[in-house]
């Protein structure tokens, strides 16, 4: 089954425009494609175990490094491009030019096949969500 969709309402960016300033990306272009990765990260951080973007690994205007352990405990090095998001290493920070693995459109794509947790805990969070706007509805 595969998830193209988020079930949990996000909260803003709250902070990463302090913490941009703070790491001196005022103002450049790897602005904007570490902005893309925080809100990746945002989305889906409820259902693995830990997931940031590389502090390691340089970001660019057109690329930067996500990385992330699904709670199966395998860890991954993600690039996300204007091409999607792929797995470029087997380890936080880890970038193999050999691998060719193919991109995801979103990152829920990608977690549906890397992890079925992931997709259990998606599938869970759906429910709730679902359960709660009934209740709503019905008061």
Known sequence: METDCNPMELSGMSGFEEEAELNGFEGTDMKDMRLEA???VNDVLFAVNTMFVSKTLRCADDVAYINVETRER???????TEAGLRVVGYAFDQVDDHLQTPYHETVYSLLDTLSPAYREAFGNALLQRLEALKREGQS
């Open 38 to 40: 925080e809100a990746v």
């Open 74 to 80: 395998n860890r991954y090095c993600l690039e996300l």
